[in-house]
Structure formats: structure tokens, C-alpha cells
């Protein structure tokens, strides 16, 4: 869920997490998107994980790691903010394996060490999609599973911010209100059809593409939000998996 800046800077740079961890977390813990949308939907795509060894990429302050323990899961996380896994950690306390690693680099992790890799609103973050997917796939045991959350790319250009050219891939800046301070974020957007050849690339085949609504608790806790996500949805998920060797991995096969 947080990635690092792209350099050192005398003031926050863009996605630096660090500098907002605790009110991110405060957030994201209790409010409609994170909690009673986003959280409930790859939890429902992850399935039954009891008993595998799930990778939490982009685990931030693990309260999704935190569910798929508490399904059975043996749970390992990864964030490129030490300050988000800091708080993982006092969340998770020591049974859960945290590593502070950025997905655009080389994961401490053995090949096929996992059997689901959960990527839940982190993808969004990256120019390359190359490079981390390679990776994931690298580290997914053949016939494991990835399932990802991104920003919707047709809600993203048509409706929160329109833009002239759908089909480029292009960079979104824009700033974040969390716990009464201003925090710059950016985003990388990309066609459907980008991110459906990126997957196949990097060895993935395409098992399902969701647009869920959002959990029904929503609808008296956020009446108004609550219609709004069930009607326009923000985020779109992946479901994908890691075929053996015998079965390349093709998206739409």
C-alpha cells in the first residue's frame, strides 16, 4: 500500500509515506474505501487461505495481513516505508515476517516462496510495471495466485480526473488531506489493456477481473457513500495466476 519517494528531498516528496504513516493508518483503518470496500473485496478474491503462505506486498500498516492471519494464513509482509511496517509490527507483534523492501528492486525471498500474493493498492505507485510483476511472479509457487487492487482506470480519466488521451500511460499528482496536513501523492495511470499485457509478460494468466460493490454494512454507516460505490466504483481487482511451467501464462486463456 506504500511506496517509497524517488529521491531524497529537503521536504516530503511525493508517496512518502514515512512522513504520514500513523495518519494514514488512522484512516484507512475504519473509513468506507479502505475498510467496508477495498479490504473486503481482496479478502473475498484471496479465498480460502487456510493453511498457505500468503505475501502481503505492500502491506502498510497490515491491517489486511491482520485479516488473512486470522483466515489461517501464514502471513509474511512487505512495505517500502519503514514507517508503515513499524506499525504492521506493533499490529502483528513478532509471528508475522515484515521486511522493508521496495517492489521496484530485488524481494528477500526465495523462488516459489508463496502460495497467494496479495498487492493491495500499490501497483498504481509504479511507472514499470515490469519489474515488480516479474518479481511477484518469482516468488509465487507455479499455480499460486496474485490478486491486486489498482485505481480504476475509466474512473481515474473520465470522471475524478479527465484527461485527453486514455490510451497513454501518465503520471497523476495531486495532494492528500490526513490528519489536518497536506501530503503530495502520485500516481501512474494506465489503460486496461496495458495492465492486462503487463500480467501476461510477466508470466501471469488472467483468472479473473472484478468490479465489486462494497460491503453491505456500508449502508448504514455511509448511506451516501455507500450508494456512490454501488454505483461508480473506484478501485478494480485481479485475480491471476502462476501457471507451471507446462502452461505459459497468458492473459484471456
Known amino acids: 500500500m506504500a511506496m517509497a519517494t524517488d529521491g531524497e528531498h529537503d521536504a516530503p516528496g511525493p508517496n512518502d509515506y514515512d512522513s504520514f504513516a500513523a495518519a494514514y493508518a488512522a484512516e484507512a483503518e475504519h ?8 479490504r473486503p473485496a481482496m ?8 493453511g498457505l503462505r500468503v505475501l502481503d506486498a505492500g502491506c502498510g500498516a497490515g491491517p489486511l495481513a491482520a485479516a488473512l492471519r486470522e483466515r489461517g494464513a501464514y502471513v509474511t509482509g512487505v512495505d517500502a516505508s519503514a514507517a508503515m511496517a513499524a506499525l504492521a ?47 511477484l511472479r518469482r516468488v509465487l509457487a507455479s499455480g499460486g495466485r496474485l490478486v491486486a487492487s489498482v485505481d ?6 473520465t470522471l475524478r480526473d479527465p484527461r485527453p488521451d486514455y490510451l497513454a500511460a501518465t503520471a497523476c499528482s495531486f495532494d492528500w488531506t490526513l490528519g489536518g496536513r497536506t501530503v503530495p501523492m502520485r ?20 483468472t479473473g477481473l472484478s468490479e465489486p460493490r462494497p460491503d453491505p454494512a456500508a449502508r448504514v454507516l455511509f448511506p451516501e ?9 473506484c478501485f ?6 502462476a501457471p507451471g511451467p507446462e502452461a505459459p501464462g497468458t492473459v484471456g486463456t
Open 89 to 135: 509490527r506493533r499490529r502483528l507483534g513478532d509471528g508475522v515476517p515484515l521486511h522493508v523492501a521496495d517492489l521496484r528492486g530485488r524481494l528477500p525471498f526465495a523462488d516459489a516462496a508463496f502460495d497467494v500474493v496479495t498487492a493491495s493498492l500499490v501497483l498504481h505507485y509504479l511507472e514499470d510495471w515490469g519489474p515488480p510483476l516479474a518479481e
Open 152 to 157: 480504476h482506470p475509466f474512473v481515474a480519466w
Open 236 to 241: 478494480l481487482f485481479f485475480t491471476l495466476e
Open 43 to 50: 479478502l473475498a478474491l484471496a479465498g480460502d487461505v487456510r
Open 31 to 38: 473509513n468506507l474505501v479502505n475498510a467496508y470496500y477495498e
Open 225 to 233: 457513500g455507500f450508494r456512490a460505490l454501488s454505483t461508480q466504483p
Open 187 to 206: 500516481f501512474w495511470r494506465r489503460p486496461l489493456h496495458a495492465m492486462t499485457d503487463a500480467f501476461a509478460a510477466a508470466g501471469f494468466r488472467l
